[in-house]
């Protein structure tokens, strides 16, 4: 890890967690353009992938910042999830059944932020090993 990163600290206007002012400015253009890709409608298997592409970018960021302990990372990549699913989940809901997902989202959003926590760590995995190798 390099310590001689300065990073700014932001918070997440959605979440109120702090990222670090560059993670947090990829992040947002990575959520302004899926915003964009998205406009027309969008499937759960997109979305899964914009999610996994995301937490790629911002675990291969966070891994050079050193001032920021492992919970405090996981917490920014998390924050930048749910960002992304509030901006874009909504497009992968047909008409026809939004009422009722208005009732599930909240606890859609929980399981989709479960599960990127467990996607994160194999992330992780995966870039230690790349930067080892």
């Not at 909240?106 to 230690?128: D, H, K, Y």
Request: glycine content about 6%; proline content about 4%.
């Amino acid at each position: 890890m390099n310590d001689d990163v300065s990073i700014t600290i932001v918070t997440v206007p959605e979440t109120g967690f702090f990222v670090p002012g560059d993670v947090y400015d990829k992040g947002s253009s990575f959520i302004i353009s899926a915003r964009l890709a998205a406009a027309g409608g969008l499937s759960w298997s997109e979305f899964a992938e914009l999610s996994a592409s995301l937490m790629r970018l911002s675990v291969v960021f966070l891994e050079r910042v050193g001032r920021m302990t492992g919970a405090e990372k996981k917490a920014a990549v998390l924050s930048l999830v749910g960002a992304l699913f509030d901006a874009i989940a909504d497009r992968c809901i047909p008409l026809v059944v939004y009422p009722f997902w208005l009732l599930a989202r909240p606890a859609v959003r929980s399981l989709v932020l479960a599960s990127a926590a467990g996607t994160m760590e194999q992330i992780l995995v995966l870039v230690r090993r790349k930067a080892a190798a």
